[in-house]
């Protein structure tokens, strides 16, 4: 049975992700930061659909901890799947941070830096030697690194998220010799926990999002989520080295 890692699956787009990866027959190794509850349920729901799931933690800010991280997931494949490899990684861990460039401090660079960029870059290095030949890779970019979703108040959001796309090219090339494919989506705005929910505790803010994107609504996980299974699946296996904008149209 092929396996996937997904990270920040606790919610949102990730979780989406590991549901529909588990509906194609792929057991998932998922995580959780904070969330627990919410990656629970993840897993609750893959097991009701006939798959296998196990949630893990991981703060994808850390660095350091990666190895310990590798180390579980290690454990996990054997116990659950006894395999000491596995198929597809999706870098979605993430949060967003807002601020005019003015009073951008490091402090918030740093911490977007770390969870959005560095983060994805180190994961997927310390993961590389349990990275099956022929897997997959895709990162989870943002519409806020192209000119369509520019938005004043995320230079250091979309400049790390434009930095994820480039690596994603870099590593398209360097893992091909594994005939590993690296992809990237780009959300839109998407009805997510992300920002501190704050699509539930701003609703208002949603009429505008929907009536700049060309299908006339806000995104939701599944929309997403969906692209990222096929992604990683074997129908789109010619595709690497791409950043695909999955927005609906946004300011089309
Ligand atoms: N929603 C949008 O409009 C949108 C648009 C473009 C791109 N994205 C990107 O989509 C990805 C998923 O976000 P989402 O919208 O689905 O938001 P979400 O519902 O808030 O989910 C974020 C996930 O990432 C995890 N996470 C956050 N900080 C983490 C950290 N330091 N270490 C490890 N895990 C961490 C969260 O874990 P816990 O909750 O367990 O702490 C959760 O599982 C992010 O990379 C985001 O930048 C979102």
Same mark, same amino acid.
Not at 86 to 99: E, I, K, P, T, Y
Not at 105 to 124: A, C, H, Q
């Given at each position: 049975?092929?396996?996937?890692? !997904?990270?920040?699956?606790?919610?949102?787009?990730?979780? &989406?992700?590991?549901?529909?990866?588990?509906?194609?027959?792929?057991?998932?190794?998922?995580?959780?930061?904070?969330?627990?509850?919410?990656?629970?349920?993840?897993?609750?729901?893959?097991?009701?659909?006939?798959?296998?799931?196990?949630?893990?933690?991981?703060?994808?800010?850390? &660095?350091? =901890?990666?190895?310990?991280?590798?180390?579980?997931?290690? &454990?996990?494949?054997?116990?659950?799947?006894?395999?000491?490899?596995?198929?597809?990684?999706?870098?979605?861990?993430?949060?967003?941070? $807002?601020? $005019?460039?003015?009073?951008? &401090?490091?402090?918030?660079?740093?911490?977007?830096?770390? !969870?959005?960029?560095?983060?994805?870059?180190?994961?997927?290095?310390?993961?590389?030697?349990?990275?099956?030949?022929?897997? $997959?890779?895709?990162?989870?970019?943002?519409?806020?690194?192209?000119?369509?979703?520019?938005?004043?108040?995320?230079?250091?959001?979309?400049?790390?998220?434009?930095?994820?796309?480039?690596?994603?090219?870099?590593?398209?090339?360097?893992?091909?010799?594994?005939?590993?494919?690296?992809?990237? !989506?780009?959300?839109?705005?998407?009805?997510?926990?992300?920002?501190?929910?704050?699509?539930?505790?701003?609703?208002? !803010?949603?009429?505008?999002?929907?009536?700049?994107?060309?299908?006339?609504?806000?995104?939701?996980?599944?929309?997403?989520?969906?692209?990222?299974?096929?992604?990683?699946?074997?129908?789109?296996?010619?595709?690497?080295? =791409?950043?695909?904008?999955?927005?609906?149209?946004?300011?089309?």
């Amino acid at each position: 049975m092929r396996v996937a890692v !997904v990270t920040g699956a606790s919610s949102g787009i990730g979780q &989406s992700a590991a549901v529909h990866i588990a509906r194609r027959g792929t057991g998932v190794i998922l995580t959780y930061h904070g969330n627990r509850a919410g990656a629970l349920d993840t897993v609750a729901t893959i097991e009701k659909d006939g798959g296998t799931a196990v949630a893990l933690p991981l703060d994808a800010g850390r &660095s350091e =901890q990666f190895p310990a991280f590798r180390d579980a997931v290690l &454990s996990a494949l054997r116990d659950t799947w006894r395999r000491d490899t596995f198929d597809h990684l999706v870098n979605n861990a993430g949060a967003s941070g $807002a601020a $005019a460039f003015a009073d951008t &401090s490091e402090e918030l660079f740093d911490s977007l830096m770390r !969870v959005l960029l560095k983060g994805p870059y180190f994961l997927t290095q310390t993961l590389l030697p349990l990275l099956a030949s022929g897997g $997959a890779v895709v990162n989870v970019a943002s519409n806020a690194a192209s000119f369509a979703g520019l938005e004043a108040g995320y230079s250091a959001y979309g400049t790390m998220k434009g930095g994820l796309v480039v690596l994603t090219r870099y590593l398209a090339k360097e893992l091909s010799v594994r005939g590993i494919r690296v992809n990237s !989506v780009s959300p839109g705005s998407t009805r997510t926990r992300i920002g501190g929910d704050a699509f539930a505790h701003h609703p208002e !803010v949603i009429p505008a999002l929907a009536a700049r994107t060309a299908l006339g609504r806000l995104g939701e996980p599944d929309d997403i989520g969906t692209v990222i299974a096929a992604l990683a699946g074997d129908d789109l296996a010619w595709i690497t080295a =791409q950043d695909i904008e999955v927005s609906g149209g946004y300011n089309l």
